[in-house]
């Protein structure tokens, strides 16, 4: 994201030091730190910068990073001993976004010690980023998200051993974990999070996965007692989705419907017996026809992919065998929602709804 600057910049409140030797803009405030600071990593970027820099040593070297950003940053790299003792020693609350914003500037300007600090912060208490994720804002969500794909088959930072595998798995597990918990409040009805948010975000990245569950969960609201609607009342207010993705919305759950009918149809009929080389004698194959008889249908309109995980937990290979034939497998259904037979033009800028 470009900074932007003001025209009269205001120097930070903690990080601009009388005698600092270098100068940066950020977001229209000022940074006065000390080279001897910045370069204490032997890989740091800044070495770079400092030599590149044209003009007078006074002039302010402008920085296309947050205030927020920078700030974690000079956190790091200026806190005391003892505060990163007593933090080591009590981590407490982790600030999960701050050390966040520490990685992702030190991998940034190759600073490796500083970011492999923030990551050892950021594992002080198991669980730390998931329990943020359950209750930051959705900018906090987005902001995340951007990280974890940055991060996705980035590499780990100047550890070794086991220290650094650790933190390549951290790094690599964040994408899944926003996208798992922002699907996780959208289910359970946060009204911090948005599904259109959320859509677009994967639109933005082509997460279809994250489109595709988010687009399953908007589907559940149709099937919810609770939820009336009025020939009055617009049905996307509901959603408040874009004509696009509304229309995707409606177009998948009228495929995907008519699919599970069809489902709903073979389950009804006699199982076949497995019949493979490892198939199913008579004998035991009425113990098949009862575990598949015995099979819970409920939830299937509803929430497709908890009823063909219940079902496949059987254990029976004859029932395996045709749930694998009649049931469409759950990464395929976002594409009921994303396939270009969702993709129908809007002839018109306010489509009925």
Not at 11 to 25: M, N
Request: glycine letters at 6%; hydrophobic letters at 40%.
């Amino acid at each position: 994201m470009d900074a932007v600057y003001a025209p009269d910049p205001d120097r930070d409140e903690t990080y601009f030091f009388d005698d600092g030797d270098c100068t940066f803009l950020v977001g229209g405030v000022l940074f006065k730190l000390h080279k001897t600071i910045l370069c204490r990593d032997p890989s740091s970027m800044f070495r770079n910068l400092f030599q590149d820099a044209k003009g007078k040593p006074s002039d302010a070297i402008p920085l296309f990073d947050t205030v927020d950003d920078m700030r974690a940053l000079c956190w790091s790299l200026y806190a005391f001993p003892s505060e990163i003792y007593q933090l080591a020693l009590s981590p407490g609350d982790v600030d999960v976004r701050k050390h966040l914003r520490v990685v992702d500037m030190a991998q940034k300007y190759l600073l490796p010690q500083y970011e492999s600090l923030g990551w050892k912060f950021l594992q002080a208490v198991p669980g730390a980023i998931p329990a943020y994720l359950d209750r930051c804002s959705e900018d906090d969500l987005v902001y995340s998200h951007e990280l974890g794909i940055r991060w996705q088959s980035s590499g780990a930072p100047g550890a070794s051993g086991a220290a650094d595998t650790a933190v390549s798995a951290m790094k690599s597990q964040l994408l899944e974990q926003v996208e798992n918990k922002w699907v996780q409040r959208l289910a359970r009805g946060d009204e911090q999070v948005t599904f259109s948010r959320a859509l677009t975000t994967g639109e933005t990245y082509d997460r279809r996965r994250l489109q595709g569950q988010v687009y399953l969960e908007a589907r559940k609201l149709l099937f919810l007692q609770r939820f009336v609607f009025s020939p009055s009342q617009p049905l996307n207010s509901r959603f408040n989705l874009t004509p696009k993705q509304f229309l995707r919305l409606l177009v998948g759950h009228s495929m995907l419907t008519n699919v599970l009918a069809a489902v709903r149809s073979a389950v009804s009929l006699k199982l076949p017996r497995r019949t493979s080389l490892a198939g199913c004698d008579s004998v035991y194959h009425p113990h098949c026809e009862k575990a598949f008889n015995a099979l819970v249908w409920g939830d299937l309109e509803r929430d497709p992919v908890v009823a063909f995980r219940r079902a496949r937990n059987t254990g029976y290979r004859c029932v395996n065998q045709h749930l694998d034939n009649i049931l469409p497998k759950e990464a395929d259904l976002a594409e009921y929602f994303l396939s270009s037979a969702t993709g129908y033009t809007i002839s018109h800028e306010n489509p009925p709804m």
